[in-house]
């Protein structure tokens, strides 16, 4: 199984970002990994992160409780007058489990700084929702040499300060370069060994051992071609999958890995 052999060793999850897809084909794919999964039984927790209206109609699809849901975002406030937003609260109460926070597609097309997803993140744990939160540099600061620098910023000002890491502060983390997210381009297995190895470094510093048994994904571009060696990688707790997530086949050939 991939990743055996370190301790600490957190469940897997493999999560879909179905990001502004979600037709009738890609319910009819939806089903189909289901029944995948149902009869397959993979090792590691199985998500989907559908647009919100679409949560109700998959928590009906998937019954058997064999697959998580969860959101894209949400909105820092419990309710109130913010036109075309969606709360943590809604999310949960349509059947998400996970929230996903500071998507770079996020952070560039709607601004959101690292603060924002702080905020966001409490309110995703007022909820009751697990945040997923999105850290990744981009091609440009890639190549300036300052990828853990970004990284320690985003880690360190998009989890909320008081954060415990306790019952009520479920957390994953998805290591998602910039330039890597649908470009078919990925960082190299030793790279993603190394950013991941970091990542799980800061957060020991700044919570003790049990820092390193937060989930860190890693996502961009990972296809079935890719998903074996990427999901091996010691530090890496799964995969946060976007253009893969909506073909059953795909996406089950990528869960499978854990199978
Ligand atoms: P991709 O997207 O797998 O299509 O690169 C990943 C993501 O944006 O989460």
């Keep these: 199984m991939p990743g055996e052999g370190s301790k600490r060793q957190p469940r897997p999850l493999v999560a879909g970002n179905w990001k502004m897809f979600g037709s009738a084909a890609h319910l009819g794919e939806a089903r189909k990994l289901i029944r995948t999964v149902v009869?397959?039984?993979?090792?590691?927790?199985?998500?989907?992160?559908?647009?919100?209206?679409?949560?109700?109609?998959?928590r009906r699809i998937g019954r058997s409780g064999k697959i998580s849901l969860g959101g894209q975002t949400c909105h820092a406030?419990?309710?109130?007058?913010?036109?075309?937003?969606?709360?943590?609260?809604?999310?949960?109460?349509?059947?998400?489990?996970?929230?996903?926070?500071?998507?770079?597609?996020?952070?560039?097309?709607?601004?959101e700084t690292d603060a924002a997803v702080a905020a966001k993140t409490l309110a995703a744990w007022n909820a009751g929702l697990e945040p997923i939160i999105c850290i990744g540099e981009t091609a440009a600061q890639n190549e300036a040499g300052e990828t853990a620098q970004v990284l320690e910023r985003q880690l360190r000002d998009s989890i909320p300060a008081?954060?415990?890491?306790?019952?009520?502060?479920?957390?994953?983390?998805?290591?998602e370069p910039v330039w890597a997210i649908g470009t078919g381009k990925t960082?190299?297995?030793?790279?993603?060994?190394?950013?991941?190895?970091?990542?799980?470094?800061?957060?020991?510093?700044?919570?003790?051992?049990?820092?390193?048994?937060?989930?860190?994904?890693?996502?961009?571009?990972?296809?079935?071609?890719?998903?074996?060696?990427?999901?091996?990688?010691?530090?890496?707790?799964?995969?946060?999958?976007?253009?893969?997530?909506?073909?059953?086949?795909?996406?089950?050939?990528i869960i499978g890995c854990y199978v």
């Design 77 to 111: 406030a419990v309710q109130g007058a913010h036109t075309g937003e969606i709360s943590a609260g809604m999310l949960r109460d349509a059947g998400a489990r996970y929230v996903i926070l500071g998507h770079s597609e996020r952070r560039a097309d709607n601004h």
């Design 187 to 253: 960082p190299t297995i030793a790279d993603i060994g190394r950013l991941h190895g970091q990542i799980k470094d800061r957060l020991a510093d700044r919570f003790g051992e049990k820092g390193r048994s937060i989930r860190v994904l890693y996502g961009g571009s990972v296809k079935p071609e890719n998903a074996r060696a990427i999901l091996a990688t010691p530090g890496v707790d799964g995969a946060l999958v976007g253009g893969a997530s909506l073909k059953a086949k795909d996406f089950f050939a």
């Design 39 to 58: 009869a397959r039984r993979p090792k590691c927790e199985v998500a989907i992160c559908p647009p919100a209206i679409l949560l109700p109609v998959l």
């Design 162 to 175: 008081d954060a415990t890491l306790g019952d009520q502060h479920p957390l994953t983390i998805a290591y």
